[in-house]
Every structure is written in C-alpha cells, then in structure tokens.
C-alpha cells in the first residue's frame, strides 16, 4: 500500500497533539484551517495560514493543535512503493532513489503564495475524496483522528498516480532540493539516540546517566536540553513510554497486572499503579475494565 491518509478535525472533546517522533518515509501534511504549533528538527513553526508541510524521512516533528476549530489531513508516503520496476530508469536515478537516500529533500512548505500551490492542493484533494467516498475508515488512539485505507487495487493505483502526480508537480516548481548538513544535526542525533535508545531498553533499570552519555552531553545539560525538545523530562518520557507499552498489554492481553508491570520495566507495583494514574488519569484495573477484562 502506498500510504494511508490520517484526518484530523478538532473539537471542544479533543485537539490534534501528535507527540514527538520520527519516520522512515515522507509525509505530507495540509493544513486547511486552524492554529498549530509545529516542530521540525528542533525548529517550531506558528502555522495559522492554510499550507502544505512535507516532513522529510528522518526529521523529527511535534504537532499540536491550539484552537478547536482545525482541520487537517496528511499522507505518510512509501517512496519504495512509487520506485519503477527498471532500475535504471531515469525518474528512480534523478529523483526517487536521491530521495530515499537522503541527498535531496522536499521544500519544507508550500504556501498558497507559492507557484504551484494550487496545483498541488487539486491533486491532493482528489487523493482526499477517494479516500473518503471509497475507503475504509477506523479510529485511532486519537478521538480526533481517523485512518483511512483503501483495498480496491483500482483505488490503490489511482493514489499511486496522484501521488506521483504530486510529486512531479513538486520536482517541476523547484520545490526540491540538496540537503545541508547545520548545526542541530548534532542536537537532532542526540535525541534520536536517546529516544531509540529508551525505547530498545525500557524494560531494563535505566538512569539518565546512561543517557547522557550515549549522547555525548553533560548530565545536567542533557536533562534541560531533553526537557526543551519534548517538553518532558527525560525520567517522565521513560515513564510515560513504560505506561504506554502497559496499556496496549492490558488491552491486548490477559497477562495479569503484577506481570505486566515487570514486563514494563517497573519493579515495583505500587509504583507502577501511581504513575500509570498519573499518566492516564486512571488505575491499571480500571483501564483494563474499559476493554472488558479482569484480573
């Protein structure tokens, strides 16, 4: 499947606030309407205008919606799925393969001041109302947000083609180019690896110590730079990872509380109640009894 589309629209119950993270494939994100703060690489963005934002593979980003009113769509694209069967073909050699390298990016924005703009939103509108009229649609962990998937081989190639169709629009309004290596490459690495890291070894006894020194930095400097970039301490997002991970188990499976809690990385069930209410709001029995399970 070459990509999957995510639509959010905000109300009073929930605002988008996608946390922290990374991937491996471009995604396209158009803002319609609404307040958000967005943070790419360590560089936050107001965006109060409609707007198209390409988030490069790899680039870290933060999303939060800061009004009720927002809509927004984006699509996660598989730039392997788009590649043509012959090597050698030219569009793999000059744009795709460069692309899933790393050695040109998209532009970061398009603005509705920028040649192409509208171009680009009739393409992507199109890939929009196919998903609707035709797709699947499921909930996420979001109330705001809704998946969108489709099945159809027919509609799979048409978004194969308006993605390409995007893609070439972009390539032709010089909307791509090299990559530069700056100075929060450095800082951008470090979070990286220390997110990677907890993420590989939350069932383990972690200390920040660990941490700071994977990444180079001193204790104290990588505890305050930490707590900047994702808006926790470094000892809340193991936590709150730990809780994360806990949850799904509980939902997911039978596998009693006490176990889970070992399973989690915490050693103490006591503990392991407190910040799990702390997090959710709510006790580990309670959570599971939403999804029709006991103990």
Not at 33 to 39: A, C, D, I, R, S
Not at 70 to 77: A, K, T
Request: aromatic share 12%.
């Amino acid at each position: 499947m070459a990509a999957l589309l995510y639509e959010s629209i905000n109300s009073q119950e929930e605002k988008l606030d996608v946390g922290l993270d990374w991937h491996d494939e471009p995604e396209i994100i158009y803002f319609k309407n609404g307040h958000y703060k967005l943070m790419l690489n360590l560089k936050e963005y107001d965006i109060t205008d409609e707007c198209f934002c390409i988030v490069n593979s790899g680039v870290i980003r933060k999303l939060e919606s800061l009004d009720e009113k927002g809509v927004e769509y984006s699509i996660r694209v598989k730039l392997e799925d788009l590649c043509f069967k012959n090597d050698s073909d030219p569009v793999n050699e000059a744009l795709i393969y460069p692309l899933l390298k790393g050695s040109i990016r998209f532009n970061e924005f398009i603005t509705v001041s920028d040649f192409g703009f509208l171009q680009v939103l009739r393409s992507f509108n199109d890939m929009v109302r196919r998903y609707r009229e035709f797709g699947k649609k499921s909930n996420t962990n979001s109330v705001s947000v809704r998946k969108y998937e489709l099945d159809s081989v027919a509609d799979q190639l048409m978004i194969k083609a308006d993605l390409l169709h995007v893609i070439a629009l972009i390539y032709s309004f010089g909307m791509i180019e090299d990559k530069e290596i700056t100075d929060t490459e450095k800082q951008v690495k470090a979070i990286k690896d220390s997110i990677i890291f907890i993420r590989e070894h939350y069932k383990e006894k972690l200390y920040i110590r660990n941490l700071s020194e994977l990444t180079g930095l001193n204790e104290q400097y990588f505890i305050r730079f930490f707590g900047s970039v994702t808006g926790v301490s470094p000892l809340d997002y193991i936590n709150r990872y730990r809780v994360e991970q806990a949850a799904r188990l509980l939902k997911d499976t039978d596998t009693h509380v006490y176990e889970i809690a070992e399973e989690c990385g915490f050693h103490n069930i006591g503990n392991f109640i407190k910040i799990f209410r702390s997090v959710t709001g709510e006790t580990p029995h309670k959570f599971r009894k939403r999804f029709g399970k006991e103990d």
